[in-house]
């Protein structure tokens, strides 16, 4: 059996040296001098230390990465002492949580918000006596700095003067009234026991000092004036002149009442002066005076103080002058005109894409009457919302100038200030001065309409002047009707050709700088003129164009103010042609399509009137059916219709191609033999085919076309050829039009197929004219076959060199060691460094907050023990004083009883 513990202790003790054989007292103090023994001290509690390690093999922790071998170490020392002392480390956790936790433990709930900061209140090393000893020293201490905000800088004495700037109240020691009867006289002891004072101002004029003298004139120590005192001065002489501004301005208002009081009396005393006698005015030189003035002075006897009065109220409506902006320099101005055209086209191609137009750049113009500010504005914000300029741009490839630039003619309206409207001469004073009360003022440069010349003061809704019957003549005023039936009643009796100056007129007499109310009777006047443009196309076989374009040049002026009532008038009549005849269009309907590509963009996405024109249009080319030539000619003036709509944005139209295609089809001289194309064929209930022997000349189509069929057959025969013309000239447009498209090939390989039957069926001589232009527009149509097939590119899939295999060649490393990670990504090796020290310290986090926990349910349970066998002892201490008691009145009892029963 191995040897005990007492005797492996004992061994292990004598060879260590620990114990040995007894010094003597010479050896003992021999060592002493010589240090040995301390050095003897040292060793030995080295010794005790290992022994007691090695005695207690629990302590000490193995580590987890045991290495075979000592010399494959790191650092080259043993297991052993390598090794974690588990045991320590709990001791001085135990420790620090009772010096830290369990402190917060016992004075949670227990602490107060109030912090004592007295001077050695949380000093332990401190007696009481001590504590209140340094208290009153640093008190003292405190006093003698005088550092209180309430130290009034006494001198030696505890006495507080808090008058007379902090001058005793006595004279001379004795307490006496420094009143003096000779101080009335304003002298005798203004300076008898008084400091005076002389202020020294320095150079830099910021501190202001006082040298104080005494009785005898000496010169006392110079005190500096504290910063209150210089505040208090200050605000002193702040008040001291504010109060002298305010007596002052009191007095001025005390005279001007005064003087106000006077007036009466002083206009009583001019009125009361007579006018002192005329004389005879003395000739004077007016060749430098301005005329009228010149015409005032030569006719004094005229009614100066009347025409006075006329000409205050005219200035009343004068508009007020603005400050000019200075006069820009032609290239500023190219450069400002450029900026608008671009940013124009720019809003133009975003309604084109369908995106929104924001009209934040839209400002109101400064120069425009404040009453109809407002108004205009409004009236540009719908005209921008439908895609409409606020300026007029010159139509220069018309030719003609815009409805609002007209020249006015000179029977139009007077030249002279007023119109004579069959009034008396009594009431024509009183009636000019009326109307010039009630009638603005219109600057000329902001009436566009009028062009300089004086429209009449009154807009009485009787057609007065120059009578028709008379002279021939058109009357000067017509009133602004309300409907349709109105406008008729009015041009009852006007030549069809003198209707645009009625509508001219009208709009001079009742435009919206007039009068306020002229606004709306305008935008009612323009639907009217919508439905005028389309009941003359329908009420006439042969409408005059020329007056319909003008109608239609005044509806577009009128569409920059009065958007919202011309677009409505436009979508009426859509909405009725949708309902009652969608594949039916009558001439007034045609008329009204072509007036919306010349009045609103047709380029936009999304339009409120251009949509639903567009939708009309190709509902009746897909869906219309074909009984007369006037179909066939209304179907091609709709196809027409469609290019010009689409000539900007240039959007594809299958309702185009498939009604053109058919078109031709139905009117080529022979059937095709086949199917041809790739397009839905509609053939006619009545043939519609070319057959004529003679030679025929495609002519230009007209309108009347429209309206009714040829009489005669070879009419007929023409008709179908200029049909045919027609409707080619349409495909060779829409090529150029679609050129760039994707679907080239798609949409014009049958068109090509088309024109290639229509070619072989004109072989006759009859048709040589057609013959042309099919061979014209067919070589377009090829050559843009051509350019689409080479623009056309097959896909091609992973076009690139071939890619070599990737090669895995391992890497090594020298001094490789496991616990290092060798990543080469930078960042991934960060993130996993990361990772790594994160999950650690939430591992470490863990494991004390388990701990804490851990330490407080125990240091819970020793407090429950605690109190517990407190409890305990002092239960038992109860019952044990309870028992005595009882015990004590047994005997008691006892002792009783046997003493009365005689007992002893």
Not at 57 to 73: G, H, L, V, Y
Not at 128 to 144: D, F, G, I, N, V
Not at 606 to 634: E, M
Not at 647 to 656: C, L, Q
Request: charged share 35%.
């Amino acid at each position: 059996m191995p040897p005990s513990q007492l005797k492996q202790l004992k061994a292990s003790l004598r060879d260590s040296g620990v114990i040995g054989p007894q010094q003597s007292k010479k050896q003992k103090r021999q060592n002493a001098r010589t240090g040995v023994a301390a050095q003897n001290r040292n060793q030995r509690n080295e010794a005790l230390q290992a022994i007691r390690d090695r005695f207690n093999p629990f302590e000490i922790k193995a580590p987890k990465n045991r290495s075979k071998f000592d010399a494959t170490t790191r650092d080259g020392s043993s297991t052993t002492a390598g090794g974690s002392r588990p045991g320590v480390t709990k001791s001085l956790g135990e420790e620090r949580r009772r010096a830290t936790l369990l402190k917060e433990m016992n004075s949670r709930h227990k602490v107060g918000g109030i912090l004592d900061r007295r001077f050695g209140e949380n000093d332990p090393t401190m007696t009481l006596e001590e504590r209140a000893a340094e208290r009153y020293a640093r008190e003292s201490q405190k006093k003698l700095r005088k550092e209180s905000m309430f130290n009034l800088e006494d001198d030696e004495d505890d006495d507080f003067h808090f008058t007379h700037m902090g001058q005793p109240l006595t004279l001379d020691g004795a307490n006496v009234d420094d009143f003096d009867a000779d101080g009335l006289d304003g002298q005798g002891s203004d300076d008898e026991g008084l400091r005076k004072r002389k202020r020294v101002v320095e150079d830099d004029g910021e501190n202001e000092d006082f040298i104080d003298y005494e009785e005898e004139g000496e010169a006392q120590p110079e005190k500096k004036k504290s910063k209150a005192e210089v505040m208090k001065e200050v605000i002193a002489k702040s008040k001291f002149h504010k109060h002298e501004r305010q007596k002052a301005k009191e007095d001025d208002d005390d005279l001007r009442d005064e003087l106000d009081q006077e007036l009466p009396d002083l206009f009583e005393a001019l009125r009361g002066m007579k006018a002192p006698p005329k004389k005879e005015p003395a000739k004077q030189d007016l060749s430098g005076v301005n005329p009228e003035r010149a015409l005032l002075m030569q006719e004094p006897e005229k009614n100066t103080e009347r025409e006075y009065d006329q000409r205050l109220k005219q200035l009343t409506f004068d508009k007020r002058s603005a400050p000019t902006d200075r006069t820009k320099t032609a290239e500023e101005k190219a450069e400002e005109e450029a900026e608008r055209l671009k940013k124009m086209e720019e809003n133009r191609l975003k309604r084109m894409r369908g995106e929104k137009v924001s009209d934040d750049e839209e400002e109101e113009e400064d120069d425009k009457d404040s009453f109809f500010a407002g108004d205009e504005s409004e009236e540009e914000d719908d005209a921008v919302a439908f895609g409409l300029p606020t300026t007029y741009q010159p139509r220069a490839d018309m030719g003609v100038e815009d409805e609002d630039d007209f020249v006015i003619d000179d029977d139009l309206v007077e030249t002279r200030s007023n119109v004579s409207l069959s009034l008396d001469g009594s009431d024509m004073e009183e009636e000019e001065l009326s109307d010039e009360d009630d009638e603005p003022d219109v600057p000329e440069q902001e009436d566009e309409l009028i062009n300089g010349m004086t429209l009449p003061t009154s807009t009485t809704s009787t057609a007065v002047g120059i009578s028709e019957s008379a002279t021939g003549k058109l009357a000067f005023t017509y009133p602004c009707p309300s409907d349709h039936e109105g406008f008729l009643e009015i041009i009852k009796d006007v030549a069809t050709e003198d209707v645009p100056t009625v509508v001219q007129r009208i709009r001079a007499l009742h435009h919206p700088r007039i009068k306020p109310g002229n606004k709306d009777k305008l935008g009612k006047f323009s639907e009217i003129l919508v439905e005028h443009v389309a009941y003359m196309a329908d009420e006439t076989e042969q409408p005059s164009f020329a007056v319909i374009e003008n109608l239609l040049r005044h509806i577009h002026s009128l569409a920059k103010s009065h958007a919202i009532h011309v677009a409505t008038a436009f979508r009426a009549r859509f909405r009725e042609i949708s309902n009652d005849r969608p594949l039916s269009l009558l001439p007034g309907d045609l008329v009204i399509l072509t007036g919306v590509s010349t009045v609103f963009p047709t380029s936009d996405h999304f339009h409120a009137v251009s949509t639903p024109a567009h939708l009309c249009i190709a509902r009746y080319l897909g869906q219309c059916n074909v009984t007369s030539l006037s179909d066939l000619a209304t179907g091609t003036f709709a196809a027409s219709l469609l290019v010009q709509y689409q000539s900007v944005s240039e959007r594809y139209m299958p309702e185009f191609i498939n009604y053109v295609l058919n078109a031709l089809c139905n009117l080529a001289p022979a059937e095709p033999a086949k199917e041809i194309g790739l397009f839905p064929s509609r053939k006619t209930e009545k043939s519609f085919r070319l057959a004529s022997s003679k030679k025929i000349t495609p002519r230009k189509l007209q309108f009347k076309d429209v309206i009714s069929s040829p009489a005669n057959p070879e009419a007929e025969e023409e008709l179908k050829l200029s049909l045919v013309n027609t409707l080619v000239s349409l495909l060779g447009s829409s090529s150029d039009l679609w050129s760039e498209k994707s679907a080239f090939i798609e949409i014009f390989a049958p068109a090509r197929e088309v024109l290639q039957h229509l070619r072989q069926s004109f072989k006759n001589k009859a048709f040589v004219a057609a013959r042309d232009t099919v061979q014209s527009t067919l070589d377009k149509i090829n050559t843009g076959l051509a350019q689409s097939h080479l623009s056309r590119r097959p896909l091609l899939l992973h076009n690139h060199r071939p890619l070599a295999i990737k090669s895995a060649i391992p890497k090594f490393e020298e001094n490789f060691n496991p616990d290092k990670h060798y990543d080469p990504d930078r960042e991934r090796a960060e993130v996993n460094r990361l990772k790594k020290e994160f999950k650690r310290e939430k591992k470490g986090a863990m494991r004390e907050l388990r701990k804490d926990a851990s330490f407080i349910a125990r240091e819970k349970l020793r407090e429950k023990k605690e109190l517990d066998a407190e409890y305990e002892k002092k239960y038992r201490k109860l019952i044990a004083e309870i028992q005595s008691e009882e015990g004590r009145a047994a005997n008691d009892y006892e002792r009783e009883k046997r003493a009365r029963q005689g007992k002893r």
